[in-house]
């Protein structure tokens, strides 16, 4: 018998001694919520947060798995923290019962509860924030019983600034290639810099060791946009950790982002998952084909799930997207850790870089579905044809030959489509995506 661990298996292990393992699991998996911001912005209250719980109950989202019902910003007295205590204070308009309060009702439905706050001074809309303040802030979360934290990055003093910048395509000021370089950009890092010395890796960590300190598991979600090239540090400090400057409801926003979070997926797996930040589904103009997309790339890449938009008023046909059990069951594998990779770009040669066509087919292994999940979007602004051919697909390539056939299931409409051989083509309107479960061979 051989000693050794296959590829993959050592790879995993060596990606979990790097990473923050929590207590019971938690981070282990992408995340699955709810959150303020992209419903609300800062108009919230207790009374919108229980409504989004009672509706993720009502509407079959905790059944599906989603769990965190998360405030972001707004929350607290904006003019200052308590002058004896020095913590911060929740809001008592927004709400009455304090956080604590919200978090006891959230408990009492079976459901997680979120809170914001971000490495600086002041957060993002100008409320208070915990640098300097890492601990205090950690042990009110704690006693309130706040079971996730986002963690921003506005509102940092010059003193905390970096020494150098790092190129992150959509969100760093001066001109950009298309291939995601940054030509222009002032102070980038000498060629080896280590950026998990830079001071936003230390405002993190602070954060980080603060919430390792106190007597509850707080899933840690940091976001810093990517600025302190996150991905050589922040597995060691966060559950996850966003990649890219702020969504919008806008398809050309979703692809850019899709395509840079798209180059990262070697840095996905158990307890390590970059974010492109919160679902779009049902805000906005998008029409359901884009958001099918944006579901199913944010699903295979393995990002937290976070909705954004309003439970008490979302279409159904959203909700269907949002509960897709077969997307959902590859998210939460609980056996196979790494999301799908792209294995052909399609518009594009592969490895292209391009904010409006990023990589239109995507595969990856699944336990939990028995078999293989493959995606085939285009992304292009008329109906095109598209086509998987099992042969290309690097999970089925070996059993694949022009004649072998997979029992295949339709993710969206989960009508088993036979036994397919060699390859299965489909028309997609713009912006839309095939789904496909690929499970034996027949
Ligand atoms: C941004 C963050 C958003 C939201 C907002 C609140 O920096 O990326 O997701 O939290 O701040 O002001």
Redesign the pocket.
Known sequence: MSHYLPLAALLSLLSQANALVRPDGVGRLPALGWNT?NAFACDIDDSKIMTAAEEAINLGLKDAGYQYINI??CWSVQSGRDPNTQRMIPDPVKFPNGISGVASEIHGLGLKLGI?SSAGTV???GYPASLGYEKIDAESFAEWGVDYL?Y???GVPASWNDQYTHCVPDNTNGARLPNGTCPDITNPAPPGYDWSTSRTAHRYGAMRDALLSVNRTILYSL?E?GQADAKEWANATGNSW?TT??ITPDWSRIAEIANENSFLMNYVDFWSHPDP??LEVGNGDLTIEENRAHFALWAAMKSPLIIGTPLDSIREEHVAILKNKHLLSFHQDPVIGRPAYPYKWGYNPDWTFDPVHPAEYWSGPSSTLGGTLVLMFNFEESAKNRTAVWSEIPELRGSAGNHTGYHVTDAWTDKDLGCVKGEYSKTLQSHDVAALVVGKSC
Do not use: E, I, L, S
């Open positions: 911001w972001d910003d914001y957060t993002c809309a986002k921003d990055n506005c976001c946009w966003r400057g702020d930040d919160m």
